[in-house]
């Protein structure tokens, strides 16, 4: 039987655990560093930072961990799948010179151009001076992104002179000679496509959507992702061929570019009436959509990876199922200012109905002082009744909680 490591902390990581759980080739599955309710989950957390690669690569060598699978972005980037190989421990994963396309943004936006892949025109700046002089160039609205990772948060969409201003001059604070991308804003409905692969062999995961702002009718600062639903009914079979062609060029302009490897590839997408366009690139499975996503897949999920990486070309089964994700976060999110909060746990829910993030345990019982707290998904025969069944599960747990009540608007 095979042992898998997961890293991460998050309900992206939840999801994806009790994923491999479910394969019948696996036995045990540790996350790294988890959190204490995924012991709910039957899985075990274990106490070693998704950073400290030394430690991680003894674990897997000590526990003979079979398959590790990376989560977030932030260790990706910074090499741990080249460490990982360096010791030869199997690892799904981008290296760090993959994972660029998510890490930067200017050098996504140079990789797009040169292989004249389709996004909004661009300017890159390097001080506030030439930033406040090529946006009067380019126009308003216009959509801001300071170089590197930001959680999913560093994105600002400029509707006014004032916002604009004030943007410009915060990104450039702390940082003056800071790099920042000026780009057009493209109005369309956007979705993200999330592809596993292996130089070009790949499968493409349904079209799902997640949902950014922080309040109803997409107002408020952008966050992690407030939740998600898939597959989205709205886009035709021409729409999602298109996407899925974006998905080969880019992994073709990898190979071009020396950009080898495996690993999780998720283009941001918006349908313009010009067809889609590449808004951006992440290396790793989003969250929230990595919930609604793996329980459409019903084939063996550990063979699948596994196939992979020994450079097969999986197969891919999919449900028939619609799924929906609502995130409950703590009430003062996105700010950093937040305070500890009481976490309603379920029992007796359905496997996967209930995936924690930011949830611990303590002689006051289950609470949290993080962002994004857990999250309640839901799957049904139609997209309405899955939301409408994520909704009602999360009312019985919501507590003093908040969550954004309109997930699927844009479908519904």
């Known amino acids: 039987m095979k042992q898998v490591l997961i890293i991460g902390g998050g309900a992206r990581e939840s999801a994806l655990a009790l994923k491999f759980k479910q394969s019948p080739q696996v036995d045990h599955v540790y996350v790294a560093p988890g959190n204490p ?9 274990i106490n070693i930072d998704d950073n400290d690669f030394t430690k991680l690569i003894d674990f897997a060598e000590t526990h003979q961990i079979d398959l590790t699978f990376v989560g977030p972005e932030v260790p990706l980037a910074a090499g741990i799948v080249d460490a990982f190989q360096a010791a030869d421990q199997p690892i799904f994963g981008v290296t760090k010179k993959v994972a660029q396309l998510e890490a930067s943004k200017t050098f996504a936006k140079d990789f797009m151009a040169r292989h004249q892949l389709p996004t909004a025109a661009s300017k890159t700046v390097h001080n506030a001076i030439d930033a406040h002089a090529e946006a009067a160039t380019m126009g ?7 170089d590197g990772l930001a959680a999913g948060k560093g994105v600002v969409i400029a509707q006014d002179a004032e916002t604009l201003d004030e943007t410009i001059e915060k990104m450039y604070a702390d940082h003056p000679d800071a790099t920042v991308l000026l780009e057009q804003y493209l109005a369309g409905e956007e979705a993200s496509v999330m592809a596993l692969f292996n130089g070009e062999k790949r499968v493409v995961l349904p079209l799902s959507q997640d949902h950014k702002r922080r309040f109803a009718n997409d107002r408020g600062p952008n966050t ?12 035709n079979d021409d729409q999602v061929t298109a996407a899925h062609q974006l998905v080969d060029a880019t992994l073709k302009g990898m190979q071009a570019d020396g950009l ?3 690993g999780v590839m ?6 313009t009436p010009d067809g889609p366009k590449i808004l951006e690139y992440n290396m790793r499975f989003g969250d929230p959509e990595t919930q609604v996503l793996l329980p459409q897949i019903t084939n063996d999920f550990y063979q699948l990876i596994s196939d992979l990486l020994a450079n097969r070309q999986p197969s891919l089964t999919l449900s028939d199922k619609a799924y929906a994700c609502f995130v409950a976060v703590n009430p003062a999110y996105p ?9 309603i746990v379920p029992t007796d829910w ?7 993030a930011g949830v611990a345990k303590s002689d006051h019982g289950w609470e949290s002082h993080a962002g994004r707290i857990f999250s309640v998904v839901a799957g049904a025969e139609s997209l309405p009744d899955a939301v409408k069944a994520a909704k009602t599960a ?5 507590g003093v909680l908040d969550y954004r009540t309109d997930i699927g608007f844009h479908t519904l």
């Open 37 to 45: 309710a995924m012991t709910l989950l039957g899985v075990d957390p």
């Open 140 to 146: 308003l609205p216009l959509v801001l992104k300071k």
């Open 224 to 235: 992690g992702g407030m939740g998600a639903i898939s597959p989205l009914p709205q886009f």
């Open 260 to 262: 080898d490897g495996q």
């Open 266 to 271: 998720y283009i941001g997408l918006i349908f």
């Open 335 to 343: 700010s950093s200012e937040l305070k500890t909060v009481p976490v």
């Open 350 to 356: 359905p496997e996967g109905t209930w995936l924690p």
């Open 394 to 398: 999360m009312e019985k747990i919501q």
